[in-house]
């Protein structure tokens, strides 16, 4: 589920940094990496899972760590610019903005 007003329109341009409890992992179900017809997304976007998280942990339990946690390492050659047209990539995003979004659990 991933279009909430809150995560959307205001916060979520880039999520370099990503981490959550992984508890929530357990609310995750494999429809979320899939399109309605059952094929699976391919590599090309991880916005579904994190907007989940954010939604299932709701605003009181968002934070930002402003300490670099891990090193993002770019591959010109197997990265999703590099691997995926385009057309996929929009494809996929505009599924993930269509998913219903997740009410926050009761932490």
Known sequence: GV???AYHK???VSLLRRSFKAHLL????????QYSD??????GTDRGLVYRMLE????????FIS?????YQF????S?????SEETRKSQIAHTMKMKASSPLKL
């Open 56 to 63: 299932l942990s709701g605003p009181s339990h968002i934070g």
């Open 38 to 43: 059952g094929n699976w997304l391919i590599k």
């Open 80 to 84: 999703t610019l590099a691997t995926i």
């Open 67 to 71: 300490s670099k946690i891990y090193k």
């Open 26 to 33: 357990d609310h995750v179900e494999p429809k979320d990496f």
């Open 75 to 78: 591959s010109r050659t197997t």
């Open 10 to 12: 205001h916060c979520i």
């Open 3 to 5: 279009h909430s007003d």
